[in-house]
């Protein structure tokens, strides 16, 4: 292949030209802690979550996937929208998170069960170590939009995270970003 250009609009967070796949409510309902509120905004139509726009890059080895994601605002009960969240199938593979827009929240696990929320502003590039699961959430009233680069050929367990979700999560406490311990965490 040929060396060639994507052009980013740190706005809107459109990649083009890119591969766009939009998650709403209905696909990402496991995930949050109020099942039952999810239901109900899934009956209320079904908003759109998320949405993931990825360069057309090989998935092998050598090459460098990148994509935008961009998440709306918006909470289940009183946690953030977020995404599905996934460890690397290739778990030794890292990943970089730029952000351009918004504000947020990165929640890593390790397989060791080390657990770190970091901070996602305009500016913060956030570097997902090997081995370390990953989420965002958006905490602002606007967009959040990041830039994502990774090993083309890392791709994605969701299913682990799906069963056990994480030790903390993100939620809105008088007005507040606050971090709670997750009630529903198994095995830890
Ligand atoms: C890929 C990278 C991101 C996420 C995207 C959506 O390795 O971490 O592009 O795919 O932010 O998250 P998720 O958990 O639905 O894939
Ligand atoms: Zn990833």
New binding site residues.
């Given amino acids: 292949m040929k060396p060639y250009n994507v052009v980013i609009n740190f706005e809107s967070g459109t990649l083009d030209p890119g591969k766009r796949i939009i ?1 709403k409510v209905s696909d990402v309902k496991n995930m949050f802690y109020d099942t039952q509120a999810a239901e109900e905004l899934i009956q209320k139509g079904d908003p759109m979550v ?1 949405e ?1 726009i990825y360069a057309d890059v090989p998935e092998e080895q050598g090459h460098l ?1 990148h ?1 935008t ?1 961009i998440i709306y605002p918006g909470k289940i009960g009183n946690e953030y929208f977020l ?4 460890y ?1 199938e290739k778990l030794s593979t890292a ?1 970089i998170y730029f952000c351009l827009r918004g504000q947020g929240r990165l929640i890593m696990e390790s397989t060791d069960g080390d657990c770190e929320v970091l901070e996602m502003f305009p500016g913060s590039a956030s570097y997902i170590p090997p081995n370390w699961s ?3 959430m958006n905490v602002g009233k606007e967009l959040l939009v990041f830039y ?1 680069i ?1 090993p083309a050929d ?1 791709g ?1 367990d ?1 299913a682990t995270i799906e069963e056990q979700g994480y030790p903390k999560l993100v939620v809105e406490i008088d007005g507040k970003v606050t971090v709670i311990d997750n009630p529903k965490r198994k095995n830890k």
Avoid: D, L, M, S
């Avoid at 995404?83 to 996934?86: A, F, P, Q, R, S």
């Fill in positions: 998650r998320y993931v996937g994509c994601t995404t599905k969240g996934h690397h990943e990953h989420r965002t994502c990774f890392a994605h969701y």
